[in-house]
């Protein structure tokens, strides 16, 4: 089946822990994205990457990493975690890199930093 | 820079009824694409619909189809025969198809009244 998995799907952590949220897509998509979800201010970017070993900056950026090794896994990086940051987060992928493909959406991660 | 504008909170609508849901975009490229996103309380993204900039014909997916108006750039969704399954938050997107990042409006609450 066809799908972006994400993991964890529920995560509660402290301010300060360096935390991991993996992502992995089996469609061999080129473009890769992770997004925030925040009430009433929608999705938001904050990375992308067109292909391997090739990313960039959404619009919120600040706080994350991410990294493209392999071109089914891109996995955020929160290096020390704050309270703001606590949101929903989403990964997504779409065929090509550039274009107007639609992208396929992951389950979504629940993050909440205390 | 590019923005996506949903006015419309919150709707209501009540069972087998139409319903139009608005999205106005701002860019000043000529080529790009318009998507629908439905998130029901579950918290998935789904693909519903999409449309090109350079397509004639109003894109329409079963009960689904998007008023594309290119001058007054506006792309609305209306569903059609509503159903309670219809409930859920509904976000319109864009993508310029020479840029590699997502715009996302803030979302629109649908409430299907049975």
């Known amino acids: 089946e066809a799908q972006v998995t994400q993991n964890p799907r529920y995560l509660i952590t402290v301010t300060g822990k360096k935390l991991t949220v993996t992502c992995s897509q089996n469609?061999?998509?080129?473009?890769m994205s992770w997004y925030r979800q925040d009430p009433g201010l929608g999705l938001r970017q904050i990375y992308y990457?067109?292909?391997?070993?090739?990313?960039d900056k959404g619009d919120v950026p600040e706080g994350y990493k991410v990294s493209r090794k392999e071109k089914r896994n891109f996995p955020l990086i929160l290096e020390s975690p704050s309270p703001n940051q606590t949101s929903l987060y989403f990964c997504a992928s779409s065929r090509q890199g550039w274009g107007t493909d639609t992208q396929y959406f992951g389950p979504g991660t629940r993050l909440t930093v205390l | 820079a590019q923005k996506i504008t949903q006015t419309q909170p919150g709707m209501f609508v009540q069972e087998k009824e139409a319903v139009t849901l608005d999205c106005t975009y701002d860019?000043?490229?000529?080529?790009?694409?318009l998507f629908w996103y439905k998130q029901p309380s579950s918290g998935e993204m789904i693909f519903l619909i999409y449309?090109?900039?350079?397509?004639?014909q109003n894109a329409t997916e079963g009960r689904y189809s998007l008023n594309f108006q290119k001058a007054r750039k506006s792309a609305n969704l209306v569903i059609s025969a509503s159903q309670l399954g219809d409930s859920a938050m509904y976000f319109c997107a864009m993508r310029l198809i020479t840029g590699n990042q997502f715009y996302f409006g803030t979302g629109t609450s649908l409430t299907v009244i049975p």
């Open positions: 860019t000043s490229d000529q080529s790009y694409g």
């Open positions: 449309q090109g900039s350079y397509d004639e």
């Open positions: 990457s067109m292909n391997v070993e090739v990313t």
């Open positions: 469609m061999n998509h080129e473009y």
